[in-house]
């Protein structure tokens, strides 16, 4: 089992709508969280990070963290065009300096 | 402005010679890495570096070397590249290695082909 892993989609929502992207992982002792979107072609750029349980929003952005349930999620409201992208989700252990990423989620907002 | 540069953005090179390819950052951050990223496969580490003359092997090591000697440098070395070379990488640094929630904050890329 990888242990970040992420539907690769597409997912494909209306302009407007809430995207949800979702994110589960298998070491329960993973400490930090974070979502990157990466637009074809260019390098990954850092949207949020969470370590706590619960949800942390930021604009049209609100991640969720359940860690019990070992998923993290990220939700887009009013989606635009312009988040379509590939959302890459990853992780940090509080006794590791690396990232691990997931392969990532297509998201397409259809105008 | 602070950024991460990599040099070259594309290389298009031949089996068995030597290639370097260039990181640099401009926010004196003492942890760095290099990424490479396929098709399914996500982002996977190659090296890190915690700090200068600090480096160790991340998820795909082999047929790669890393030096570090200045803080804001950190060039990725493939001394006999392979097909199986041909990738898109990324660099990254960050303030530091140690804290959860600091950003790495990636460079433009580097599209090797190796024939």
């Known amino acids: 089992q990888k242990e970040v892993e992420q539907n690769s989609g597409p997912l494909s929502v209306p302009e407007g709508a809430i995207a949800s992207l979702n994110c589960t992982y298998s070491?329960?002792?993973?400490?930090?969280f974070f979502w990157y979107r990466q637009y074809s072609g260019k390098s990954p750029e850092l949207i949020m990070f969470?370590?706590?349980?619960g949800d942390k929003e930021d604009g049209r952005f609100t991640a969720q963290l359940n860690k019990a349930s070992q998923y993290v999620s990220l939700l887009i409201r009013d989606s635009q065009p312009s988040d379509s992208a590939t959302y890459l989700c990853?992780?940090?252990?509080?006794?590791?300096?690396?990232?691990?990423f997931g392969s990532g989620t297509r998201l397409l907002v259809r105008p | 402005e602070a950024q991460v540069t990599q040099n070259p953005r594309y290389l298009i090179t031949v089996t068995g010679k030597k290639l370097t390819v260039t990181c640099s950052q401009n926010?004196?951050?003492?942890?760095m890495s290099w990424y490479r990223q396929d098709p399914g496969l996500g982002l996977r580490q190659i090296y890190y570096?915690?700090?200068?003359?600090?480096?160790d092997k991340g998820d795909v090591p082999e047929g790669y070397k890393v030096s570090r000697k200045e803080k804001r440098n950190f060039p990725l070395i493939l001394e006999s590249p392979s097909p199986n070379q041909t990738s898109l990488y990324f660099c990254?640094?960050?303030?530091?290695?140690?804290?959860?929630?600091?950003?790495?904050?990636f460079g433009p890329g580097t599209r090797l082909t190796v024939l």
């Open positions: 990853a992780l940090r252990m509080d006794s590791s300096y690396k990232l691990i």
């Open positions: 570096s915690m700090n200068v003359e600090v480096t």
């Open positions: 070491d329960r002792g993973s400490q930090s």
């Open positions: 926010m004196n951050h003492e942890y």
């Open positions: 969470i370590y706590s349980n």
């Open positions: 990254a640094s960050s303030l530091t290695g140690t804290v959860s929630y600091n950003e790495q904050f």
